[in-house]
């Protein structure tokens, strides 16, 4: 059991969390939605897993490169 | 006359219309949301106004925010720019509502135009050519789809009634291939919109994006040349240049015809921009839209002309410009202009928010290139707005004299912190396809992977 990261790889708002802790994802699906510069952008988790943390809330800004998520594969 | 204007927008725009108040002794207003307070629109206008939080719903696109900013600050007149409440029908009517001159056309065109269905009619009427089309169609018609496409001719689309965008749509290049095109539109517009219906819309496979300034007064109506805007990323355009390169005399007098015989039929009042889509290989036109404000790319065609069109919908709107005559509007030389974006063309052109640590073009002589910007060194561009940071406009005496100013001018400016398209709008520029005037709304699509070599070349030189 290995814990990964899902970073954004965009700055940008938090639009929409998609995902709530406890679920099950599989690599590619879509955990939340940022919103950046009138363009709405995904973030997808990186591995099959369970969705442990989800670090960021609605309207939150992020940066580029941090981690908002994290995922037990 | 008018005293005082609002400014309903922020960025460049603002900046534009604020200097243009300016040369006619206008007094100036600007609006700004929390990301915006240091902005140098708000430092520009002679007044300004705290309109909330930095999400365009709660600020820029507020009409009553905008109005109590009108109220408040005694302003007689709104511009609204370009974007946000720009093309809102409700909201220029709203504002003649509260007393005050609106700078733009009546709220009934920008109603008309703003409905597509409504605007290929109204053209249609004009005898402006449209994109040959079948009405809705049931897909269980096979005698009506047959004929229709007979009708418009091969290639051509299948796309849902319902929805609006691409889904369900199938390109057909042959008779053979209809039958199945429709049944598989259908099922797919079924699912997704609970309705089968299709309809058929001629394929134009290279087209080339051209629109036609106009300026309206009421009944009469004179065009100020055209521009191709073909050079687009996501529907987004990138380079803009006027006049139209490469296209047969008697198509740019019929395209400029077109244009002031919608614009006339419709009683437009002010700037405005009729939009076409040119089929590259038949040299045929056709009716896109009508954009019913100033565009962003306005200035190439200021360029050419020597007009200042943003000073114009003031006059007009003031009541002081009553009239043009066609032939006092002439055309010289040609104009390019570059759209500077804050986003990664290596990334298919993410956006990247950021810090301004530097933007510099002190290094353009006096006269080199028009800089029309809303941001300045140590500023930031944040996720909330557009990605668009400057746009630096050229005029040569001819095309190639006007590439090789753009290419000498791109060259001289110093942006860093975000990532921008700067290298990429040189590598654009530079290729043989553009130099060869064979531009077509596919060029970045299908050069893709040459422009972004190109783009490192030259971000190496700049290093």
New interface residues.
């Given amino acids: 059991m290995a814990i990964v990261d899902v970073k954004t790889e965009i700055t940008g708002n938090v639009w929409k969390i998609l995902c709530k802790v406890g679920d099950e994802v599989s690599e590619d699906d879509p955990i939340m939605i940022l919103e950046s510069m009138k363009m709405e952008i995904p973030v997808v988790a990186v591995e099959n897993g369970v969705l442990r943390e989800i670090l960021v809330k609605e309207e939150d800004t992020v940066t580029e490169g941090s981690v908002v998520a994290r995922i037990e594969a | 006359m008018l005293k005082k204007v609002l400014i309903a927008n922020r960025g460049e725009i603002a900046c534009r219309v604020i200097r243009a108040c300016r040369k006619l002794g206008i007094a100036s207003v600007a609006v700004y949301s929390d990301a915006d307070a240091s902005a140098p629109h708000v430092r520009q206008a002679d007044e300004s106004v705290h309109i909330g939080p930095s999400r365009s719903a709660q600020s820029y696109l507020d009409t009553e925010k905008i109005l109590a900013a009108a109220r408040a600050t005694g302003a007689d007149a709104v511009h609204p720019g370009y974007g946000f409440l720009s093309e809102n029908a409700a909201f220029a009517a709203a504002v003649a509502g509260a007393g005050l001159t609106w700078v733009g056309p009546a709220p009934e065109s920008i109603r008309d135009m703003g409905d597509k269905q409504n605007a290929r009619e109204l053209a249609i009427r004009a005898g402006v050519p449209v994109v040959p089309g079948s009405p809705r169609l049931s897909a269980d018609d096979a005698q009506a789809w047959q004929a229709e496409a007979e009708r418009i001719g091969f290639p051509l689309l299948v796309k849902a009634a319902a929805g609006g965008g691409g889904i369900g749509m199938r390109q057909v290049f042959e008779s053979g291939q209809l039958a199945a095109a429709v049944q598989g539109t259908q099922s797919q517009a079924k699912s997704a919109f609970g309705c089968g219906d299709v309809f058929l819309e001629k394929f134009i496979p290279k087209a080339r994006h051209v629109e036609v300034q106009v300026f309206g007064f009421g009944g009469r109506a004179v065009h100020v040349y055209e521009r191709d805007c073909s050079l687009q990323r996501r529907f987004q355009k990138v380079i803009e240049e006027a006049p139209a390169p490469g296209i047969a005399p008697q198509t740019r007098q019929a395209m400029q015809r077109a244009a002031t015989a919608l614009a006339e039929s419709v009683g437009y009042r002010g700037a405005g921009t009729v939009e076409f889509i040119l089929d590259v290989a038949s040299g045929d036109f056709y009716f896109l839209e009508m954009n019913t404000r100033i565009q962003v790319e306005h200035p190439v065609t200021e360029m050419i002309t020597g007009l200042d069109l943003v000073a114009m919908q003031l006059q007009y709107a003031a009541g002081e410009l009553h009239g043009m005559e066609q032939a006092d509007i002439s055309s010289h030389g040609h104009a390019i202009e570059c759209r500077l974006y804050?986003?990664n063309p290596e990334?298919l052109f993410?956006?990247?928010?950021?810090v301004l640590s530097r933007f510099d073009f002190s290094a353009l002589d006096e006269g080199e290139a028009r800089v029309e910007t809303g941001y300045e060194q140590g500023g930031e561009i944040t996720?909330?707005?557009?990605?668009m940071i400057a746009k630096v406009i050229v005029h040569g005496k001819d095309r190639s004299d006007a590439v090789a100013r753009m290419l000498g001018a791109l060259r001289k400016i110093r942006v860093e912190g975000p990532r921008t398209n700067l290298h990429f709008l040189e590598a654009c520029l530079e290729h043989p396809g553009f130099a060869a005037q064979d531009v077509s709304t596919g060029f970045i699509a299908e050069h893709g992977a040459a422009l972004l070599e190109a783009t490192k070349r030259a971000a190496q030189a700049a290093a």
């Fill in positions: 804050a986003e990334k993410m956006p990247s928010p950021g996720p909330f707005y557009d990605p």
